[in-house]
């Protein structure tokens, strides 16, 4: 279960993360300005977080494997039909809808399966799957750059196109649907406690999760966070075009957010089974909007690429928690619908962050304003999480008036 997720994470985000350097030759090719150019990343960014609603309600009542393989389908059709762009519009349509609908059949059902499956070391489980969107950062960008500058962006795009689609429909048969209830633990007896904050203690509908005050400050917070980060990751290596570095060099700083998330995930994944997702999520949060007023400041390769690494590790120990800090606030029946809810907001973020610094860009000549406004967010964000363990003392409001249950404190860390 979880080398699948792996592989069929590595190829559909990296695939998606490798827009960063196909920006470039096609705003040249075809004279497009650069917010035009970011709103497709900005439409299937969006598109990514509506069709995750749906994927996870898919997911939820007949388990990942249908889901994910419709995405697949999606996915190499979108990339073969994006290799025979003639116009904005088309590239729009081909990639802005078709591959942000295929990356929601992917994440939001593997999210919710992998913590039902190994209740024990959800931490762990999730952070070894997730590592495969490091790896494909890693990889398939610095792939992209070199198979762009080989044979053009055309070309790319339809062997990615093949890629993606071999590897996740053969990756489909080793998806398993949700384990029953007495699978769950070792003991058969449901859902144990995995980490310092207690689980709620009763399982939450979507309808009333949507009525809960600690749901809405989730919803900001992971908002305000996809608003910073995906502002950096799509104009990340043409920012690095204009302090001078090759396309290959520029490349390489996207890469070194896969490879900087490897070991974010690895590290904070173990870590957070011992001091609880949410203090770890705020650590990295804080460390991502350091490194974003950095990269505003850098000028050579070493900070360059120093606080481009950096910003991934901090990139790889915050998501991964984000499932896991949902499941014990909300528990897992719905726990893909409530998901997909929560990565709408985020690629709503997503969406907003690379076509805000595209447009300051249009018109400052200059990421400064961009960069800024992102970094800012992120730590904005840091600190919604933070008021988490406030909420979590009091309880939470639900529409029509009634109370939901009492969340307990995290122990000591």
């Not at 989730?218 to 302090?243: E, K, N, P, R």
């Amino acid at each position: 279960m979880v080398l699948a997720g792996f592989l069929i994470l590595m190829v559909s985000w990296g695939t998606q993360f490798s827009f960063s350097v196909f920006f470039a030759p096609l705003a040249r090719d075809f004279g497009w300005d650069r917010a035009s150019t970011s709103g497709v990343f900005s439409l299937s960014i969006l598109l990514f977080g509506v069709g995750s609603i749906f994927a996870g309600r898919m997911a939820d009542r007949w388990g990942p494997r249908h889901v994910v393989a419709a995405g697949g389908i999606l996915m190499a059709g979108g990339l073969l039909l994006s290799s025979g762009t003639q116009s904005l519009w088309q590239l729009y349509l081909f990639y802005g809808v078709t591959i942000g609908l295929a990356v929601s059949a992917g994440w939001g059902p593997l999210a919710a399966a992998v913590p039902r499956w190994f209740p024990a070391q959800r931490g762990l489980a999730m952070g070894i799957m997730s590592i495969g969107i490091s790896v494909g950062i890693l990889v398939i960008p610095f792939l992209s750059s070199h198979l762009i500058s080989a044979f053009g962006w055309r070309f790319s795009f339809a062997i990615l196109g093949l890629i993606t689609g071999t590897v996740i429909i053969g990756s489909v048969f080793l998806l398993k649907k949700g384990p029953t209830p007495s699978e769950e633990t070792p003991g058969g007896k449901g859902l144990a406690p995995v980490s310092p904050l207690s689980p709620s203690t009763k399982d939450w509908s979507l309808t009333e999760a949507l009525g809960a005050r600690v749901f809405w400050v989730f919803f900001f917070g992971y908002l305000l966070w996809c608003t910073g980060f995906y502002m950096i990751s799509v104009h990340l290596a043409v920012y690095g075009i204009d302090l001078g570095f090759s396309p290959a060099g520029a490349a390489l700083a996207v890469s070194l957010i896969g490879g900087g998330s490897i070991f974010g995930k690895l590290f904070m994944g173990m870590l957070s089974d011992r001091i609880g997702p949410q203090k770890v999520m705020v650590i990295n949060l804080v460390l991502q909007g350091l490194c974003i007023f950095g990269l505003i400041l850098s000028r050579n390769p070493l900070p360059f690429y120093l606080f481009s690494a950096l910003f991934g590790f901090g990139y790889g120990g915050t998501g991964p928690q984000i499932p896991l800090v949902v499941a014990q606030f909300f528990g897992l029946p719905s726990l893909g619908a409530i998901l997909g809810v929560l990565i709408l907001s985020g690629q709503i973020g997503g969406a907003i962050g690379p076509l805000l610094a595209g447009k300051i860009f249009d018109l400052s000549r200059s990421y400064l304003g961009g960069f800024f406004m992102g970094g800012t967010c992120v730590m904005v964000s840091s600190l919604l999480f933070f008021l988490l363990f406030f909420l979590l003392r009091t309880p939470a409001k639900i529409s029509g008036g009634e109370k939901g249950p009492v969340f307990k404190s995290p122990g000591p860390g």
